[in-house]
């Protein structure tokens, strides 16, 4: 029977587990380093959400045949080693029987807009921390009646789109992949340069790849209309994050919130040296979250068996 490694397993489906017990025999982590290199010396299947997995780690997994992560991205993973090792990784890019019925991503977009536009962590640490009671001091901003840019037009910008254009939002989307007449009506589907000097909002649903890395860099920050937002739950290396910092400092933009980050890991060491988080300390029109868009009890519940599923089917198939 296989052996599976579930290293990322806090809140794991148990069905999703059951059917692991049920190929084979599982040891369920977290685990710091060291013990996980132990567990992986005779792993065949490793189960993971978004912890790296890199040459290094994976030279300590001899017999692993398979990489299991219930994501649609893959840049946490090594993919030219698991080529070159034989090794399956299992996700969920291109499941759309799936995908299409998860919806935490583009709540957690549409939830980080109305903290910044209604300045919500920072009202909250004003009556919190501080006791104080000061409506003015937080006179926030609507989505209604806001031209709001969604750059990328595929699973999780048209339900960001529908959103805003429920809350009374004009829409304007670039992808370069579609044309007028694949776009809904009402929404206006224009070049990524045309579309940044226009809208008030700016969020970002691309995939990440060699042309979209660094996609908002200075150039793209100084075409965004002057006290403007701007939101990315996609990947953060789409965004030149000091790039990001300087339109910020000096009052270009009105406000930004990220979910992603430049070189993430779990134990948040990208952040030592961020000046982002430093920053962030102090003003409270800049918002960071730790990557947790897709981090619902329901939708990471439906993914995690999705995949377990998937691995049924192609350990089967071999």
């Not at 939002?169 to 007028?180: C, G, S």
Request: proline share 4%.
């Amino acid at each position: 029977m296989a052996r599976f490694v579930i290293h990322e397993s806090d809140g794991y489906s148990q069905e999703a587990l059951d059917i692991y017990r049920r190929l084979g025999t599982i040891a369920v982590g977290p685990w710091e380093e060291t013990r996980l290199e132990k567990e992986l010396a005779d792993a065949e299947v490793l189960v993971i959400r978004l912890g790296k997995i890199n040459a290094t780690l994976l030279s300590k997994a001899p017999r692993l045949r398979f990489i299991a992560s219930p994501t649609t991205g893959l840049d946490h993973i090594d993919l030219a080693e698991t080529e070159r090792r034989g090794i399956c990784v299992v996700s969920l890019k291109g499941c759309r029987d799936i995908t299409e019925k998860i919806y935490a991503t583009s709540e957690h977009t549409i939830a980080l807009i109305l903290a910044l536009l209604r300045r919500l962590p920072a009202a909250h640490a004003h009556v919190v921390r501080d006791g104080g009671w000061e409506r003015e001091r937080f006179i926030g901003r609507e989505i209604s009646g806001k031209t709001f840019g969604i750059v990328g037009y595929g699973r999780l910008g048209s339900r960001v789109a529908m959103i805003a254009q429920a809350m009374g939002a004009r829409l304007l989307a670039t992808d370069p992949i579609l044309t007028p007449d694949r776009i809904p009506s009402g929404i206006t589907l224009l070049p990524l340069d045309q579309l940044l000097p226009q809208a008030d909002i700016v969020s970002v649903h691309v995939s990440l790849t060699p042309e979209t890395e660094d996609l908002f860099d200075e150039r793209a920050f100084a075409m965004m209309r002057k006290d403007s937002f701007f939101v990315n739950t996609s990947r953060g290396q789409i965004v030149h994050e000091e790039a990001l910092l300087h339109a910020l400092e000096t009052g270009w933009l009105a406000g930004a919130a990220l979910d992603v980050m430049r070189g993430e890991d779990a134990n948040g060491s990208h952040l030592l040296s961020s000046p982002l988080r430093e920053y962030a300390k102090t003003h409270d029109h800049l918002l960071l979250t730790p990557h947790i868009g897709g981090a619902t009890r329901e939708s990471m519940a439906l993914t995690e068996i999705a995949i377990a599923e998937e691995v049924t089917k192609q350990m089967a198939s071999l």
